[in-house]
Each structure stands twice: as structure tokens, then as C-alpha cells.
């Protein structure tokens, strides 16, 4: 198991390249990276079969390791999906996490989840088949396709969990069903769970500023404050077997980069303490 740090709010809020991302990281003491291959990520996905070896290369050299990388993408037709599996392969990269289908509204699900399936998952299939790595499926939180464990489960039912995987975020999971529906989604999808996304959340009432009402919120939290009980999750994916990557997202938008880096080594340390805990580090 790698603990990996996502690489997308060193660019969002700090700007920082592969080179100066890798420093922080490294510093930090993560195991590698989950490298952005998306539009506005660090490396733009048209620039892939270039700019990702060297962003590769540049990692290495400081320690770190990039084990899966994030992509924007939902089909094996489209525009640089083909280059961009290959050369991941190449560079070593084990997963790709896919992007994201928006749930197209209330009676539609069914004939969605038949036309994932077919249109866009079997191509992404037989393209992670090819080249040898594991495309996840990412759980998000909201009006996502990929929102719920058992949809998921829907769509990749009878998929080889070694091309296509479920790509488990606990923090989403427990948004989407607090009390138990995250442990019975990790329970459902278990033979096929290959990664591992950490950040958490809590909900708060919040003062609506054009309308004056106040409504529930969903915001990121330090893991040590959120909704996820982790020593519990950690401990069913050790029951598992789980073996994958482990990219801890550090979502945070309202600090600068200091703030940023300070919360990512809080949560990192916790992380490590419950592990220890479970004998999982």
C-alpha cells in the first residue's frame, strides 16, 4: 500500500509545477503522487506522451512514486485517451482514474447505467486490457452517475476488476450515507476495489447570501473532524486485502499554500497513527 498525495490543489492554490509540487510532497513524506493528466492538471492531456514521462522522471528522481495518475476521461473514443493509457503503461503507472457522467435526472437512471455500460465502459475495458493498467471508477459525492456504491457496482458487475475498478472516497460515501451506507458500499463493491481516495467532511447550516435562508452544507474537514470513521474503514480493506494506492486529496480552498501544506501534514500524521493502529504501515 502507497500513501499518495493528489497533486491538483498544489497547482490550484499554489501554482507550483511537477518539479516544485514533488518538493513539497516529498517533504511531507508520501510515498508518490497522483499526477493530474487533465485539463488544467499538471500535465494537459493533448501533451501526455511527452510531458508525462518527463513529469515522471522529475518525481523519481526525488523519492517519489506515481503509481496511478487522474484523468478526465469517460470514453476509449475520445481525444487522447489511447495516448494516454499507453504511455502511463509505459511509464510504469499501475491505475487511471476515470472522469465523471453527470446523473441525468430522476426515471433516467436505469437506461443511464445500460448505456455506461456498453457505450463507454466496455471500450474503457478492453483499452485498460491492452495496455495493462486499472481504470477506476471515482465515488463522488452529488448528481454523479458514480455517486452511490451500488450503482457502481451496477455498472461494473461482470467487468474484470483488474481493467476496470471501483476507486473508493469514504468522505464522499459517508456525504451520500453517514451511518452505514458507506461501510454497506464498501461491503458490495469489495471484490472490486483497487484504490483509495482520503479526505473528509462535516456539515454545516450556512446563511444562503442572495436568498437569507439557511441551509446544510457540505465542507471539507481535517480527517480527525470529519464524518468518516477510518480505523474502521481501514480496517475492512485490511479484512480485504487492499494492496493499492492511497492518494489523500487535501481539498481545502479556503487557506493559501501554507495553510494547505500545514493541514495536508496534519492529516498525514493521523493517517499514519490510525494504520499503526491497525497494523496496516
Not at 154 to 179: F, N, Q, T, W
Not at 248 to 260: C, T
Request: charged residues 30%.
Amino acid at each position: 500500500m502507497e500513501l499518495v498525495m493528489f497533486s491538483k490543489m498544489l497547482k490550484n492554490i499554489g501554482g507550483l509545477d511537477v518539479d516544485e509540487a514533488g518538493d513539497y510532497i516529498a517533504r511531507l513524506g508520501f510515498d508518490g503522487v497522483d499526477l493530474t493528466v487533465r485539463l488544467g492538471g499538471h500535465v494537459p492531456p493533448e501533451e501526455a506522451p511527452r510531458k508525462l514521462p518527463e513529469a515522471i522522471e522529475t518525481l523519481n528522481s526525488k523519492g517519489l512514486k506515481v503509481p496511478m495518475i487522474t484523468s478526465s476521461i469517460i470514453s476509449a473514443d475520445e481525444k487522447y485517451a489511447e495516448e494516454i493509457f499507453k504511455t502511463a503503461s509505459d511509464c510504469g503507472v499501475k491505475f487511471i482514474k476515470l472522469g465523471y457522467w453527470r446523473y441525468e435526472g430522476f426515471g433516467k437512471i436505469q437506461q443511464q447505467i445500460r448505456r455506461v455500460r456498453e457505450e463507454n465502459l466496455k471500450g474503457l475495458c478492453e483499452l485498460s486490457s491492452e495496455h495493462g493498467v486499472t481504470a477506476g471508477l471515482h465515488i463522488h459525492s452529488g448528481d454523479y452517475l458514480t455517486s452511490n456504491p451500488v450503482v457502481v457496482y451496477l455498472l461494473l458487475r461482470d467487468y474484470d476488476p483488474s481493467c476496470l475498478c471501483a476507486y473508493i472516497d469514504p468522505g464522499h460515501m459517508a456525504v451520500e450515507g453517514g451511518l452505514a451506507g458507506w461501510k454497506i458500499g464498501m461491503d458490495i463493491l469489495k471484490e472490486y476495489i483497487r484504490m483509495v481516495a482520503v479526505k473528509d467532511f462535516g456539515w454545516f447550516k450556512m446563511r444562503d447570501p442572495k436568498t437569507g435562508e439557511s441551509k446544510w452544507r457540505v465542507r471539507t474537514v481535517p480527517l480527525s473532524e470529519g464524518l468518516v470513521p477510518w480505523a474502521e474503514v481501514f480496517r475492512y480493506l485490511k479484512q480485504i486485502g487492499f494492496d493499492g494506492p492511497v492518494s489523500v486529496h487535501s481539498e481545502y480552498d479556503d487557506v493559501d499554500l501554507r495553510g494547505l501544506i500545514s493541514r495536508t501534514k496534519a492529516d498525514l500524521q493521523y493517517l499514519k497513527e490510525v494504520l499503526k493502529k491497525i497494523d496496516m504501515v
